[in-house]
């Protein structure tokens, strides 16, 4: 195995295992929650494809599910984002393109980037994730007052980690 799949496979524990023990428990006013797992499959090097997003993203999702106890939603949700992001990163590709074995990381590309990056695949997530657990549209406003909240706050908890995290290059 190569260094960067063991590094990937210890990252995909840790975010889970922050999710479950801490990120489980911060709610803002119990409206915001704090998702930061959807950071794994939003940080994953640019060329990995769909099908291995959707797969990761199945397998995180079910994971937190777990811990969560919520039948499948996260893993809905994140299948779904995994299989979004290509085609979101294919509609902000830069005029020369990405270089090969890039990362989709903050201190690569900008924080400006990175914001008009993750923003609309956070809300999306969150969206799909609340208008799920609320069994339709008929709670459609509180559904977008959640996400909207949920997306402030797991955007900022995204950036604090990585601007905090030292030396975040390619692997």
């Known amino acids: 195995m190569s260094r960067s799949i063991i590094i990937q496979i210890i990252l995909f524990f ?16 119990n409206n915001g929650f704090c998702f930061l797992y959807i950071a794994y499959i939003l940080l994953l090097p640019i060329e990995t494809n769909s099908l291995a997003l959707m797969i990761i993203g199945f397998l ?41 074995g890039a990362s ?28 799920v657990e609320s069994a339709g549209v008929a709670l459609f406003w509180h559904s977008m007052m959640k996400s909207i909240s949920s997306l402030l706050f797991t955007m900022t908890a995204m950036m604090l980690i990585e601007y905090l995290v030292p030396g975040r290059r390619r692997i």
């Open 14 to 29: 840790v975010y889970v295992l922050a999710q479950a023990l801490l990120f489980k428990n911060l709610v803002l006013f």
């Open 60 to 100: 995180i999702g079910f994971s937190v599910d777990i811990f969560y106890n919520s039948l499948g939603l996260h893993a809905l949700t994140t299948v779904f984002t995994g299989y979004v992001r290509n085609y979101w990163l294919r509609v902000i590709t830069p005029q020369g393109g990405y270089d090969a």
């Open 104 to 131: 989709p990381a903050l201190a690569e590309n900008g924080a400006q980037w990175f914001l008009v990056y993750t923003m609309p695949l956070v809300f999306v997530h969150h969206l799909i994730l609340f208008l």
